[in-house]
């Protein structure tokens, strides 16, 4: 019966949750009819509130449609796979606007960067969209469109009744041990209330004022009028044409081709990649080959390339003794025949070893690790570098020592001394660097 007491504060914290959070449900939203009238509220703030107040991926390409239809960038369409962002000049720009500027700013060689290389840099993307998502947020708060779920108010109450369940949950604790020891009943409490108060964390996100919600009803309005001009299947460039009807339309969920090619908010792809090397924007394909002879340092493929051709050797001789009973294979031959083997195996890693280390220079566009190992206390990684020459459009991403990988960035054009019959990086050096340096890692 100890804790009986416990669990009934704990239902009890549960229904206070429950009530404050139907109390701070968001306002019902009533669309006013389909209008052409265009209220102040940019498109990423349109996006937030006409999404439930959950911003969505599609608001920083909106936001960037929206710098291109007001002049701050151009947007071309070169051929039918390619597309390029232009700089102009910027003034006055909101701080979300200039985080989506200045990533387009990083990217630019010359001024120009391809739309489909917008999910490329050294940015951490998770931080990058916390970062935008704040300050579009703030934004939306200081129009009065939104605020915090939870008031000063609600959180005092939520976490003064949190002690409540965590106090009995440590009496209990306490009085079930024979020698009522304190501790484990205190740090029971601490975990408990811990535990209570991320639910009230995770539960408090936006919510709309009155004033948020009929902004919401007004722009689902323009959203009825925009839905019949087809904006789904325009190009990003056709923003010369449309202006900031088509921001507003990728903000509101109607224009996904334009969205899709600007993928400022979305993980740069593995096995695709962007590159300016040689002074025009083109996509390469990189493949990270098996590591069995490749992308393994030298005396490793030597060495597994020895005991790959003692295995076969050894076997194939003892597969040939076995024949050799049954007059299959001569006897006299079963030694050789197994050492042929064996050479034979080991022959090809060490050819490839030995091949003389070339020189190269080229932009490196993915820098990546995998998992290859380790225990609870260490893990292993693979590292990989690939680099565009500007000879091929297919990649094959190089094995690289940790302490190299880590002074690189994506985007660095580098001279390297690579052994390619092994796909190692022995040396290399950048010769011009990306500007940025955080990494986001794979």
């Known amino acids: 019966m100890t804790f009986v007491p416990a669990v009934a504060a704990v239902a009890l914290w549960a229904v206070l949750l429950l009530v404050l959070a139907v109390r701070t449900r968001n306002p019902e939203i009533q669309p006013v009819p389909p209008t052409?009238?265009?209220?102040?509220?940019?498109?990423?703030v349109v996006d937030l509130i006409t999404g439930g107040w959950r911003l969505c991926?599609?608001?920083?390409?909106?936001?960037?449609?929206?710098l291109a239809a007001r002049g701050a960038v151009q947007i071309e369409e070169v051929g039918p796979e390619l597309s390029l962002?232009?700089?102009r000049r910027a003034d006055a720009?909101?701080?979300y606007e200039q985080l989506v500027y200045d990533h387009v700013r990083a990217l630019a060689t010359d001024g120009v960067v391809a739309t489909g290389a917008l999910a490329e840099g050294s940015r951490h993307l998770g931080t990058w969209w916390k970062t935008f998502r704040k300050t579009v947020?703030?934004?939306?708060?200081?129009?009065?469109?939104?605020?915090?779920?939870?008031?000063?108010?609600?959180?005092?109450l939520l976490t003064a009744a949190a002690t409540v369940p965590a106090f009995f949950l440590a009496l209990g604790v306490t009085l079930s041990d024979t020698d009522h020891d304190l501790g484990a009943g205190i740090g029971l409490a601490v975990m408990a209330f811990f535990l209570l108060m991320t639910w009230v964390g995770k539960l408090n996100g936006e919510r709309g004022t009155a004033l948020g919600a009929r902004a919401a009803g007004h722009w689902l309005g323009v959203r009825a009028h925009l839905a019949t001009a087809r904006f789904g299947d325009q190009p990003a460039a056709g923003v010369t044409v449309w202006g900031r009807?088509?921001?507003?339309?990728?903000?509101?969920?109607?224009?996904?081709?334009?969205?899709k090619s600007l993928p400022v908010s979305v993980p740069a792809d593995d096995r695709r990649a962007w590159s300016s090397y040689g002074g025009m924007w083109h996509a390469v394909e990189v493949r990270y080959p098996s590591r069995l002879v490749w992308g393994r340092k030298p005396l490793h493929t030597v060495g597994r390339a020895l005991a790959a051709g003692f295995f076969a050797g050894f076997w194939s001789w003892i597969v040939l003794v076995v024949l050799s009973a049954f007059d299959l294979w001569p006897h006299s031959l079963t030694t050789l025949g197994g050492l042929a083997v064996g050479v034979a195996v080991a022959l090809v890693p060490l050819a490839r070893g030995l091949n003389s280390p070339a020189h190269l220079e080229g932009q490196v566009v993915r820098l990546r690790r995998q998992r290859v190992g380790g225990n609870e206390n260490h893990t292993n990684y693979a590292h990989w570098c690939a680099i565009d020459e500007g000879t091929s459009r297919q990649l094959r991403a190089y094995g690289i020592d940790e302490e190299l990988w880590n002074r690189l960035s994506e985007g660095d054009v580098v001279r390297a001394r690579v052994i390619r019959g092994l796909g190692w990086i022995g040396e290399i050096q950048p010769i011009d660097q990306f500007p940025q340096v955080a990494r986001s890692l794979s």
């Open 85 to 87: 962002v232009r700089l």
């Open 93 to 95: 720009l909101n701080p």
């Open 57 to 66: 991926e599609e608001a920083s390409a909106a936001t960037l449609l929206d």
């Open 137 to 156: 947020v703030a934004d939306a708060r200081a129009r009065g469109l939104s605020r915090p779920r939870w008031s000063r108010s609600h959180l005092t």
């Open 36 to 44: 052409a009238a265009f209220a102040g509220e940019p498109p990423a």
């Open 245 to 259: 009807p088509l921001a507003y339309a990728a903000a509101l969920g109607l224009a996904p081709r334009a969205v």
